[in-house]
């Protein structure tokens, strides 16, 4: 089925860095979210995303919806180690579907 | 903040067994939804449900059947356990169809068929 690119699969990175991720697709979509997972849970909502352009932070973290409609990035800005984990970007395609990224695992050093 | 409660955080269960899996939430949400997570192939809806006693397949729904006689509570059901059923299960829940709002997933029920 379709699925979002989501890059990088994978970020080891010193406590304190920022990070950026990010997810593309080939087409458009309505509505852009960004989960958390952690080990042995289920994903929690960081950010929702509504409209193209829309720039919407919550603490260190800050996502945008694309211009184009057709990507979002994610970025965790003074990384700690609890923000370890999975995270998943996912979207409401055309059809109403929610399509997910494959995710891009955090690993932070402290 | 809304809560979606899955019955089982662990499950073993054996071959050829009928086994439920549960999932509440508190929200009155109408939208409930079911999903397997596998590495490497990510989430994969396999059963959802818009309203009571309604219930639409998604990408994967052969093996499993699902039910929905409450509004808040919404069952999986593997009718005949197989080994390839071994995943992670998301129960998840929107507040309704066309609003594009967030699904809210639980906990993950790790269920492992031997």
């Known amino acids: 089925g379709q699925q979002l690119n989501q890059s990088p699969q994978s970020m080891f990175i010193q406590e304190g860095e920022d990070v950026s991720m990010n997810c593309t697709s080939s087409?458009?979509?309505?509505?852009w979210l960004w989960y958390k997972q952690d080990p042995g849970e289920g994903p929690v909502l960081l950010i929702a995303?509504?409209?193209?352009?829309e720039l919407t932070s919550n603490g260190r973290l800050t996502a945008q919806f694309g211009i184009t409609r057709k990507d979002s990035f994610l970025n965790i800005s003074a990384s700690i180690p609890s923000d370890v984990g999975i995270y998943f970007c996912?979207?409401?395609?055309?059809?109403?579907?929610?399509?997910f990224g494959q995710g891009t695992e955090l690993s932070v050093k402290p | 903040d809304v809560k979606v409660t899955q019955s089982s955080r662990y499950l073993v269960k054996r071959t050829g067994e009928k086994v439920f899996l549960e999932c509440v939430q508190d929200?009155?949400?109408?939208?409930m939804f079911w999903y397997r997570q596998d590495p490497g192939l990510g989430l994969r809806l396999i059963y959802f449900?818009?309203?009571?006693?309604?219930?639409e397949k998604g990408d994967i729904p052969e093996g499993y059947s699902v039910s929905r006689e409450k509004k808040e509570r919404f069952s999986l059901i593997l009718e005949s356990a197989s080994t390839n059923q071994t995943s992670m299960y998301l129960c998840?829940?929107?507040?309704?169809?066309?609003?594009?709002?967030?699904?809210?997933f639980g906990d993950g029920t790790r269920l492992s068929i031997l």
């Open positions: 998840a829940s929107r507040k309704r169809a066309g609003s594009n709002q967030p699904q809210h």
């Open positions: 087409s458009i979509f309505n509505t």
């Open positions: 995303l509504y409209k193209a352009g």
């Open positions: 996912a979207g409401y395609n055309q059809g109403g579907k929610l399509i």
């Open positions: 929200m009155d949400h109408e939208n």
């Open positions: 449900s818009y309203d009571v006693k309604m219930k």
